[in-house]
C-alpha cells in the first residue's frame, strides 16, 4: 500500500469528484443523478481516508469522518429514493426534464 | 466514557424527551385519541420551550454557569448566543406547529399528524446540534439531521404531484450541496489535519487549498440559505409544498443555516476574513437584487413570498458580513422579527388557501370586502417585511444597517437601501390587489371564519410585529448575551 503515492489517490477522488458534478448537471434521469451525487460523497471518503492514513496517522478522525459521512450518505439515499419512486407513482416516469409543473412561467 | 457528560446538553435532551413521548402517544393511542395528536404535539412543544427559557434565564443569572457549554471534548460546545438564538427557534417552531393544525386536520392526512410533528421536531434537533456544534463532525451530522427530514415533510402530500416534484427537487439540490461542503471540508482536513473549529483555526494558512476547501464548504451552506446564485431551488420548492412546511423553510431552516454560517466563519475561518467578506459583499448583492427583481412578476403567493424570503435572507446575511458583536446582535434581533412578519404571511397565504384553495394572487382582489382582518394582518407583516415604521420590521433592517455600516461598507449599504425602496413596491402590488382593486363577482375567497389554532398564531404574530420593535428589552437581551460569548 506503502508503494502508492499519495497523489494518485487524489487525482482518483477528484475525477470521482468533477464525475460526479458532471453527470448531476447533465443527466436527465433522477435515479442518475443520484448515483452522481453518491460519486461526489464517495470521492469525499476516499479524500478524508487517505488525508488520515499518509498524513495524520496519529489521530482516526479523518475515518471516523469518512464513517459518518457513509450513513449520511446512505440515509439521503434512501429518502430520495422513497421520494422518487413516489414520483413514478403519481406520473408513471422519473425524467427531470418533464417535472415542469412548478416554473416561473404560469 | 463518561455518559455523564450528555446531561449537559439540556436543550436536546429536552426535545428528545418530546419527541419519544411523542411518538410513544403516537403508538399507542386509542382511535379517539389521535384526532389530538396536534393538540400533544403542541402542548409538548411548549413544555421543552418553557423548560429552554427557564434555562436560559437560569444560565444568565449566575455568572459561574454563564459562557459557553462544552461537552464530548469540545465536539460540542454551545455559546451563549446559541443557547439564545435556540430559544428564538424554539417560539418560531411552535407557531409554525399551531398553524399545521388544520393542514392535519385535513381527512387524508389525519394519519400522518403523528410522523409530521416527528419530523419537524428531529429538524429542530438536527439544528440544535449544528448551532452547537465545536467540531465538523457534529456539525454536519447536525445539519444533514435537518435537511434529510426536511426532504419528506417537502414531499408530504404523497398524491399531489407538486409536491412530490417539490420533493425530488429538494432532496437532489441538498444532496449536491452537502457533497460539495463535505468535499470542501476534506480540502480543509487535508491542510489542518483536524476537523476542532479552534485546531482549524490555530493551523489555517492561505493557501488555494484551504481557501478553495472553504468556499466549497460553504457553498453547501449558501444552498440552504438560498443565497442567489445558489437559490434556484427554493421557489418550486416553496410553491411545491405544504404551506406549513413552507413557512418552516422559509424562517426555521433559513436562520438556523444562518446562524450556523456565522458560526463557522468566525470561529474556523477568521484568518480570511477579506476572502469570505468579499464573497459574501458579492452573494448579498446579487440576492437583494435578483430576489426582488423576480419577486416582481411573480403571479403566485407562494413563489412571491419565495423570493421575498431569497432578497430577506441577504439582508439577514449582511449581519454575517459585518463580522462583529453588533452584527450578530442585529442578525438575531433580523431573523426573529422576520420569523414573527413570515410566519404572519404565510398564515394568511394558508388560510385563504384552504378556504379557497387558491394561492394566485389575482384572488387576493378585493379579499378586504370578504375578510378585512386577514387583510389588515397580511398588510402588518408585508409592511414589517418591507421595514415601514413603526413595525419591528424597521427597527430590525435599521441595526442591521447600523451593523453595515460600522464595517465600513456603504456601497453595499446604499444598494441595499435602494432595495427597501424596490420591495416597498411589490409588497405594496399586494396591499393594493386587496384594498383597492374589486373583488370578482362572485367574490374568489368567501368571507370565511378560521379555527382557534391558527387565529392564535395570527394574532400572536401581529402583536409580535407592532411591539418587538417598540419594547427595547427584546434587543437589549439579545446584546447583553452576544456580549457575554
Redesign the interface.
Known amino acids: 500500500m506503502a508503494n502508492i503515492p499519495m497523489t494518485y489517490y487524489l487525482v482518483l477522488s477528484t475525477i470521482l469528484f468533477f464525475a460526479g458534478i458532471y453527470g448531476f448537471i447533465t443527466r436527465r434521469n433522477l435515479l442518475a443523478m443520484l448515483i452522481s451525487v453518491e460519486l461526489i460523497l464517495n470521492a469525499t471518503d476516499i479524500n478524508f481516508a487517505v488525508f488520515n492514513r499518509f498524513l495524520f496517522p496519529e489521530h482516526m478522525e479523518g475515518l471516523f469522518f469518512a464513517l459518518f459521512s457513509i450513513a449520511i450518505s446512505a440515509a439521503e439515499t434512501a429518502i430520495a429514493i422513497a421520494i422518487i419512486i413516489n414520483i413514478y407513482r403519481n406520473l408513471k416516469h422519473i425524467e427531470a426534464q418533464k417535472l415542469n409543473e412548478l416554473n416561473d412561467l404560469k | 466514557m463518561d455518559f455523564s457528560q450528555f446531561l449537559a446538553l439540556h436543550e436536546e435532551i429536552s426535545l428528545v424527551a418530546a419527541l419519544v413521548l411523542l411518538l410513544v402517544y403516537d403508538l399507542f393511542a386509542p382511535e379517539k385519541g389521535r384526532r389530538h395528536i396536534p393538540l400533544v404535539a403542541c402542548l409538548l412543544l411548549l413544555a421543552h420551550t418553557v423548560f429552554c427559557a427557564c434555562d436560559f434565564a437560569a444560565s444568565t443569572g449566575c455568572p459561574a454557569a454563564a459562557g459557553s457549554r462544552t461537552a464530548f471534548a469540545g465536539m460540542y460546545d454551545a455559546s451563549q448566543a446559541a443557547l439564545l438564538f435556540k430559544n428564538i427557534l424554539n417560539i418560531g417552531v411552535l407557531l409554525v406547529c399551531l398553524q399545521a393544525c388544520p393542514f392535519l386536520r385535513r381527512e387524508d392526512n389525519g394519519i400522518k399528524a403523528g410522523e409530521f410533528y416527528f419530523l419537524l421536531f428531529s429538524t429542530l434537533l438536527g439544528m440544535y446540534l449544528m448551532l452547537s456544534a465545536g467540531h465538523?463532525?457534529l456539525f454536519?451530522?447536525g445539519m444533514?439531521t435537518a435537511s434529510?427530514p426536511m426532504?419528506?415533510l417537502v414531499?408530504f402530500d404523497?398524491?399531489k404531484?407538486?409536491s412530490?416534484?417539490?420533493?425530488?427537487?429538494f432532496?437532489?439540490s441538498s444532496?449536491?450541496a452537502?457533497?460539495?461542503s463535505?468535499?470542501g471540508?476534506?480540502?480543509i482536513?487535508?491542510g489542518t489535519?483536524?476537523?476542532y473549529f479552534a485546531d482549524i483555526q490555530s493551523g489555517l494558512t492561505a493557501t488555494p487549498l484551504l481557501l478553495g476547501g472553504m468556499v466549497l464548504l460553504c457553498s453547501g451552506l449558501f444552498f440552504k440559505i438560498s443565497l442567489v446564485p445558489y437559490h434556484l431551488w427554493a421557489?418550486?420548492v416553496y410553491?411545491?409544498a405544504p404551506t406549513p412546511v413552507t413557512t418552516y423553510l422559509s424562517v426555521i431552516s433559513k436562520g438556523a443555516g444562518v446562524f450556523a454560517l456565522c458560526l463557522i466563519l468566525t470561529r474556523a475561518f477568521p484568518l480570511f476574513i477579506e476572502a469570505w467578506q468579499t464573497a459574501l459583499y458579492v452573494l448579498i448583492l446579487l440576492s437583494i437584487t435578483v430576489g426582488n427583481l423576480?419577486a416582481l412578476?411573480?403571479?403566485?403567493m407562494k413563489?412571491f413570498l419565495a423570493f421575498s424570503s431569497i432578497s430577506q435572507a441577504g439582508y439577514i446575511v449582511l449581519g454575517v458580513f459585518a463580522a462583529s458583536p453588533a452584527g450578530l446582535t442585529a442578525l438575531m434581533y433580523y431573523i426573529f422579527v422576520y420569523i414573527l412578519s413570515n410566519v404572519a404571511a404565510f398564515g394568511v397565504v394558508q388560510l385563504v388557501e384552504q378556504h379557497a384553495g387558491r394561492t394566485d394572487m389575482a384572488a387576493y382582489n378585493g379579499l378586504y370586502k370578504t375578510n378585512p382582518k386577514l387583510s389588515v394582518i397580511l398588510m402588518f407583516a408585508l409592511f414589517s417585511l418591507a421595514g415601514i415604521p413603526p413595525f419591528a420590521g424597521f427597527f430590525s433592517k435599521f441595526f442591521i444597517f447600523a451593523a453595515t455600516a460600522e464595517s465600513g461598507a456603504y456601497v453595499l449599504l446604499l444598494i441595499a437601501l435602494l432595495n427597501t425602496v424596490i420591495s416597498l413596491y411589490y409588497y405594496l402590488l399586494v396591499v393594493k390587489a386587496m384594498f383597492i382593486l374589486p373583488p370578482a363577482e362572485p367574490a374568489d375567497v368567501p368571507a370565511f371564519k378560521s379555527e382557534a389554532a391558527p387565529k392564535f398564531v395570527l394574532v400572536v404574530c401581529t402583536a409580535g410585529i407592532l411591539l418587538a420593535g417598540l419594547v427595547s428589552c427584546l434587543y437589549a437581551l439579545i446584546d447583553r448575551t452576544v456580549l457575554l460569548g
Open positions: 465538523f463532525l454536519f451530522i444533514e434529510i426532504a419528506s414531499a404523497k398524491h404531484t407538486q412530490a416534484e417539490a420533493g425530488a427537487k432532496i437532489l444532496a449536491f452537502s457533497g460539495l463535505f468535499f471540508l476534506s480540502l482536513y487535508g489535519g483536524s476537523l421557489a418550486d410553491e411545491g423576480f412578476r411573480q403571479k403566485n413563489r
